[in-house]
T-cell receptor, first 114, second 113 residues
Framework: GNSVTQMEGPVTLSEEAFLTINCTYT??????LFWYVQYPGEGLQLLLK?????DKGSNKGFEATYRKETTSFHLEKGSVQVSDSAVYFC?????????????FGQGTTLQVKP | DAGVTQSPTHLIKTRGQHVTLRCSPI?????VSWYQQVLGQGPQFIFQ???????GRGNFPDRFSARQFPNYSSELNVNALLLGDSALYLC????????????FGDGTRLSIL
């Protein structure tokens, strides 16, 4: 079945450091891929998405490219801020085009220190 | 505009009881999905409803049920609660069924004693 694997956390960085959070997936068909962020005590917020191979999603300085050949969707940011501290989830929808059923990775906690 | 709202925010129950969680989608959104997030893990899909019909079900026992009302709000019901049902229950809504982004509420924290 479809699945998502994220790198283990926590990831601890100093402010202005470069961020990479790895995400790989297993899926049949042509899923859409997503990154969600969860701040303490809150629900999930959509950070960015990509719907087909080679698409690049971007938002608030974060980027991720849908790589079908390596089945990956790694999240990157050039310069992190303390306010980026949160849990990040990689997710995919099934290949039918319905994004009402998302499959999530286990989440990666990011801690940014001043 | 208001986002997805869920109630209650926190709930404490004992084993064997039942619980009803409520979700109001963003105005105009017709699809609602429910997820269970156990501490330290990613959310797991439970149900999706669209236009008051069930459109998807995850790998959860029959103790879990849901419904959607004509105003598109939704309820998640869980019977015969087990300790393992302790989790954050998230509701998400989208405009239509299909390739639409999900907007999540802040969840209901359910604790089973």
């Amino acid at each position: 079945g479809n699945s998502v694997t994220q790198m283990e956390g926590p990831v601890t960085l100093s402010e202005e450091a470069f961020l990479t959070i790895n995400c790989t997936y297993t899926a049949t068909g042509y899923p859409s891929l997503f990154w969600y962020v969860q701040y303490p005590g809150e629900g999930l917020q959509l950070l960015l998405k990509a719907t087909k191979a080679d698409d690049k999603g971007s938002n608030k300085g974060f980027e991720a490219t849908y790589r079908k050949e390596t089945t990956s969707f790694h999240l990157e940011k050039g310069s992190v801020q303390v306010s980026d501290s949160a849990v990040y989830f990689c997710a995919l929808s099934d290949g039918s085009g319905n994004t009402g059923k998302l499959i999530f990775g286990q989440g990666t906690t990011l801690q940014v220190k001043p | 505009d208001a986002g997805v709202t869920q109630s209650p925010t926190h709930l404490i129950k004992t084993r064997g009881q039942h619980v009803t969680l409520r979700c109001s989608p963003i105005s105009g959104h017709k699809s609602v999905s429910w997820y269970q997030q156990v501490l330290g893990q990613g959310p797991q899909f439970i149900f999706q409803y669209y236009e008051k019909e069930e459109r998807g079900r995850g790998n959860f026992p029959d103790r879990f049920s849901a419904r959607q009302f004509p105003n598109y709000s939704s309820e998640l019901n869980v019977n015969a609660l087990l300790l393992g049902d302790s989790a954050l229950y998230l509701c998400a809504s989208s405009l239509e069924y299909g390739n639409q982004p999900q907007h999540f509420g802040d969840g209901t924290r359910l604790s089973i004693l």
